[in-house]
Nanobody
Framework: QVQLVESGGGLVQAGGSLRLSCAAS????????MGWFRQAPGKEREFVAA????????YYADSVKGRFTISRDNAKSTVYLQMNGLRPEDTAVYTC?????????????????WGQGTQVTVSS
C-alpha cells in the first residue's frame, strides 16, 4: 500500500544544513497533505512542518520557523524538508507522514501513514 521512504539524514555541525526527502508511493500523492515530525531521545514526538496537497499552504512549529522549509514536488511524489541553521536541539529521528483524508488540510489534519524515519544528529 502506501509507502513513505525518507532519506537525507546524517551528522552535521551546529549551524549546518541538511535537506530531507520523502518519496511516497501507493496512492495519488498530489491529493494528500504531508507533514514532518521528529522525536528526540527521551521526548515525545513533535510536529515540525506541514504542507497542503497543492503546496500552496505551509505551517511550521515555532521552534523551526524561519530555519526550516517544507516543500513538495507532486510530479516526483516527494516532499522535502530543508533545514538550515541547525542546532543541537534539532537532533532527532525525522519522519514524514501523509494525511488520511484527500484534499484536506488544517492544523489538526490526521496522518494515517508514516515513514520509517531518518536520523538527524547536530553536534555542538
Amino acid at each position: 500500500q502506501v509507502q513513505l521512504v525518507e532519506s537525507g539524514g546524517g551528522l552535521v555541525q551546529a549551524g549546518g544544513s541538511l535537506r530531507l526527502s520523502c518519496a511516497a508511493s501507493g496512492r495519488t500523492f498530489s491529493r494528500y497533505a504531508m507533514g514532518w515530525f521528529r522525536q528526540a531521545p527521551g521526548k515525545e514526538r513533535e510536529f515540525v512542518a506541514a504542507i497542503s496537497w497543492t503546496g500552496e499552504s505551509t505551517y511550521y512549529a515555532d521552534s523551526v520557523k524561519g530555519r526550516f522549509t517544507i516543500s513538495r514536488d507532486n510530479a516526483k511524489s516527494t516532499v522535502y524538508l530543508q533545514m538550515n541553521g541547525l542546532r543541537p536541539e534539532d537532533t532527532a529521528v525525522y519522519t514524514c507522514a501523509q494525511a488520511g483524508t484527500p484534499y484536506y488540510y488544517s492544523s489538526r489534519v490526521r496522518y494515517d501513514y508514516w515513514g520509517q524515519g531518518t536520523q538527524v544528529t547536530v553536534s555542538s
